[in-house]
């Protein structure tokens, strides 16, 4: 092969299956999203062992993606019932999955991931060691941590998130200036809590260039671990944060010395006015590599609802430059997410990504809205139904209240101001109370 990785193919002028594959997605010249993959401003992530991946391009000028995140845990040891909702997920249309297993043989539900899944795979290698070695944390050695990323590389996944940003300065300056919820990353508190205790220098952090050449071999993209997210909208744009997002903009440019495709992560729990100014900061500090939102959830007082909260802030953040959303449920701060809280998470999410992107005037993403208001002006209730984003809800609905004229709803009956105007402005006569 003539490339190690997508961004090494895009330097090097080289077309790939999958740039073309991506380019054709999102209605673009493949040369320009080429281009923009050599300054790392859109990535693919797509692991070399991953063979029955369907690629797809994340970048701030395409159409904004959905992760969602699944996995084993031990209240929900059942490996088939886990991969029914990828399945299902994959159907709704995420087009990554982000396994979170914490507990028993993760490697074979990994790998049956990316045996079988078409969606990104994304992994967060901090968990799974704590699995694996099923030892007290402080045993646990900066070679094991390491010896997991090789692991998950191995296994085929697309992209790992690496909470390489919390270095031991960092940590002092989190201690220095106190926060309302401390950290609530998990993986960012699993290594701040192996810092402490064996007084060590963050692994991911220290052995950094180590990690970029497993990256690098099998085309793993780096997905930047903010350990520092505010967990409460207190805490957001705090210093922790700010100066986890320095250390993250340096290690961007490391990685890209390697040619190494990497995403950043960001907040977390932010009140509303802060999200633009935090976008504007991460593509100046990152250079404009791409940026994966969790959330931001825009009050902490929802929980039940906290799929509405994050699209709110996902809607703002991508419409300012997020390219990537993970998915929040209705089941967040609350309990694990069963198959119907999986999706209502994804539907808010799609939608809150599909609205940045008619804002951002992403290519053909107005057109689907244009296509749907001409069919609400015919009412022709076969073709909203065909361009719904959730079909079987909306027939669900209307079948629940039949109206008394087919051609209207249930909604304003006789009153139906789309029918009367098209009736009007056809030279008919409109009485409405005796129709
Ligand atoms: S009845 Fe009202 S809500 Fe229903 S289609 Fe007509 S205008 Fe729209």
Not at 40 to 50: A, F, L, S, W
Not at 353 to 369: P, T
Request: charged share 25%.
């Amino acid at each position: 092969m003539q490339y190690t990785t997508q961004m090494d193919a895009a330097r090097k002028g080289i077309i790939t299956g999958e740039m073309e594959a991506a380019a054709k997605k999102e209605q673009m010249d493949v040369q320009e999203l080429m281009a923009l993959m050599a300054k790392g401003q859109v990535i693919i992530p797509c692991n070399k062992k991953h063979t029955s991946l369907e690629p797809n391009a994340i970048g701030s000028m395409l159409r904004t993606k959905i992760n969602v995140n699944l996995g084993i845990s031990r209240d929900c040891k059942d490996m088939d019932i886990e991969i029914e909702k990828v399945s299902h997920a994959v159907k709704m249309g995420a087009e990554s999955i982000m396994d979170l297993s914490s507990y028993g043989d993760t490697r074979t539900f990994r790998r049956r991931l990316t045996k079988e899944c078409p969606a990104m795979i994304g992994t967060v290698p901090i968990y799974d060691a704590v699995v694996y070695y099923h030892k007290p944390l402080k045993e646990i050695t900066s070679r094991q941590w390491l010896d997991i990323v090789r692991m998950h590389a191995e296994d085929g996944v697309d992209f790992m998130t690496i909470h390489c940003g919390i270095n031991k300065e960092t940590a002092g300056r989190f201690k220095r200036n106190k926060r309302l919820t401390n950290i609530v990353s998990r993986g960012g508190s699993i290594i701040f809590a192996w810092m402490e205790m064996t007084g060590q220098e963050n692994p991911f952090y220290e052995h950094y260039d180590e990690i970029l050449e497993i990256c690098r071999e099998y085309d793993i993209t780096m997905s930047l671990g903010d350990a520092c997210r505010p967990g409460c909208i207190r805490d957001a744009s705090d210093i922790s944060q700010i100066q986890e997002l320095i250390t993250l903009g340096e290690l961007t440019k490391r990685a890209w010395e390697k040619d190494v495709q990497v995403m950043v992560e960001g907040p977390g729990h932010m009140p509303l006015d802060q999200i633009a100014a935090n976008m504007k900061i991460q593509q100046t500090l990152c250079q404009g590599a791409p940026f994966y939102v969790l959330g931001p959830l825009v009050t902490d007082i929802a929980p039940g609802y906290d799929h509405i909260t994050a699209a709110i802030g996902g809607a703002i953040a991508a419409a300012y430059g997020a390219s990537f959303l993970c998915y929040v449920t209705p089941a967040e701060h609350l309990r694990l997410p069963s198959l119907d809280d999986v999706k209502e998470g994804i539907m808010a999410s799609r939608i809150a990504a599909h609205a940045a992107d008619i804002a951002k005037g992403v290519r053909g993403a107005a057109d689907w809205d244009n296509k749907m208001s001409a069919a609400r002006k015919k009412l022709d209730w076969e073709e909203m139904f065909r361009l719904c984003l959730d079909p079987e809800k909306a027939k669900r609905f209307r079948a629940e209240a039949k109206p008394e004229k087919e051609d209207t709803c249930s909604m304003c009956g006789n009153f139906c101001a789309v029918k009367n105007m098209n009736r009007i402005l056809e030279g008919e006569i409109v009485n409405i109370y005796d129709e």
